[in-house]
Every structure is written in C-alpha cells, then in structure tokens.
C-alpha cells in the first residue's frame, strides 16, 4: 500500500468515530481493520486490550462517557508499515467514565483534549494501535483533580 492508501486507511477509523451518533455500524468500521492479535494500548494507564473487541471497548467506554464526542485531525503521518496520528478530541461529560482507578461520574464538564496514535500495521491489519495523551489534563478539565 502507497503512504497515501495508509493516511486514507487509517483516517476512516477516525471519520467512523464522528458518526458514531447517528450510524449504529461505525463501531464495525472502527474496527474491522485491526488485527485479530493486535494490540490495543492506552499508554498512560498502561492498559492494553486486544484485536478488534479490544479497540470496541475502548471506543464504546470513551463514546459512552462522552456521547457529544468528536474528533479533528490535525495530521496523519505515514510510511509503509506505520502510520502518527496527530489530533483533538472535543466532547462533554455526560456518561459514567470507567478507568482502570475506578468509574467518574458525569461532570457535565466539557474537555478538548490533544492525542496521538502511533499504528504499526502488517498485511493491510493494524497490528499495533498506541494512544498518547495528557490524562492529568483529562482529569482537570473534567474537575476531578485539581
């Protein structure tokens, strides 16, 4: 695959989260291109799920806490075999937060929050899916910590 099949292959699973309001498949385009042993990891709680039910529940819980949720890239880099991600995540909390310290309860708090995703991909399948990001700054613009 050139390096824009890549940026084009990875940017759907981002336009599948900003429709997840309105179209009841988009968890199944979100997914449908990870590997089946691939990893799923949220760096800064150090949780790591895996293959595509792993990235569904990592997409459902942040959807859930955040149901007005969505995301702008800003940049997609790529070469053959990985692909940066560089964007903003805008929404309000209105759902329950389940982290592995514990559920937040809505805040009705709403956040902008910057990330990057760093794929490494194999044979047309994620097969790595790492996502950065300031979860202390999370937490403050949803006024849970100070």
Not at 104 to 109: D, E, K, L, Q, S
Not at 118 to 130: D, E, F, T, V
Request: hydrophobic content about 40%; aromatic content about 8%.
């Amino acid at each position: 695959m050139t390096t824009q099949g890549i940026v084009a292959f990875i940017q759907r699973g981002y336009d599948a989260y900003n429709v997840h309001q309105s179209d009841p498949h988009w968890l199944d385009y979100a997914t449908e291109d990870v590997a089946e042993d691939g990893e799923v990891v949220d760096i800064p709680s150090g949780m790591v799920l895996r293959g595509p039910d792993g990235l569904r529940q990592s997409l459902l819980g942040f959807s859930t806490a955040f149901p007005d949720s969505s995301v702008e890239v800003t940049g997609i880099f790529a070469t053959e075999e990985h692909a940066v991600v560089e964007f903003i995540v805008r929404g309000t909390h209105t759902g329950v937060l389940h982290t592995p310290a514990g559920d937040i309860p809505p805040t009705g708090r709403k956040f902008e929050l910057h990330l990057c995703d760093a794929y490494q991909l194999r044979n047309r399948k994620i097969i790595r899916h790492a996502t950065y990001y300031d979860a202390l700054g999370l937490m403050q613009q949803l006024g849970v910590m100070q």
